[in-house]
């Protein structure tokens, strides 16, 4: 049973996970690229995360005796802004990355929401052979 809920955990992380396409070659591109990214798309989810952690943090004031303690069932739930779902990539901040069609400065999806139309970016980076790729 245990193997049995380890390979579908493994399986949901690794499908969860493909939902990025060519994450490796930002990754590829620069370490000040990638770190700049992920702040910015990462961040509304990870204040999410920390609001909602730090909700609920009571129980009753009994005193419990020694070895005694409380189990207590909480649910959390937050709304979505929609200023929250985007963030401005602005392509002149980075050395890498720049935009498909449009302008140098878009609005797109961070962890939260979802582009739509798809919105294309162009990566370029060398890869171990020295040669310069364009990933679009």
């Known amino acids: 049973m245990?193997?049995?809920?380890?390979?579908?955990?493994?399986t949901?992380?690794?499908?969860?996970?493909?939902?990025?396409?060519d994450i490796d070659a930002l990754l590829?591109?620069?370490?000040?690229?990638?770190?700049?990214?992920?702040?910015?798309y990462l961040?509304?989810?990870?204040?999410?995360?920390m609001h909602s952690m730090n909700a609920n943090w009571f129980n009753s004031g009994k005193a419990k005796p020694l070895g005694g303690f409380e189990i207590s069932v909480v649910v959390n739930a937050s709304q979505i802004q929609n200023e929250n779902k985007?963030?401005?990539?602005?392509?002149?901040?980075?050395?890498?990355?720049?935009f498909s069609q449009g302008s140098a400065s878009q609005s797109v999806a961070s962890v939260l929401g979802e582009n739509d139309?798809?919105?294309?970016?162009?990566?370029?980076?060398?890869d171990p052979i020295l040669v310069t790729k364009v990933k679009r």
């Open 86 to 98: 985007i963030f401005n990539l602005n392509t002149s901040d980075y050395n890498n990355i720049s």
């Open 28 to 40: 590829a591109a620069g370490v000040e690229d990638a770190q700049r990214f992920a702040n910015d």
């Open 117 to 126: 139309p798809p919105i294309f970016v162009q990566i370029q980076y060398e």
């Open 2 to 10: 245990k193997k049995l809920l380890t390979l579908l955990l493994f």
């Open 43 to 49: 961040a509304p989810g990870t204040n999410g995360l």
């Open 12 to 21: 949901l992380v690794t499908t969860v996970s493909k939902a990025q396409n």
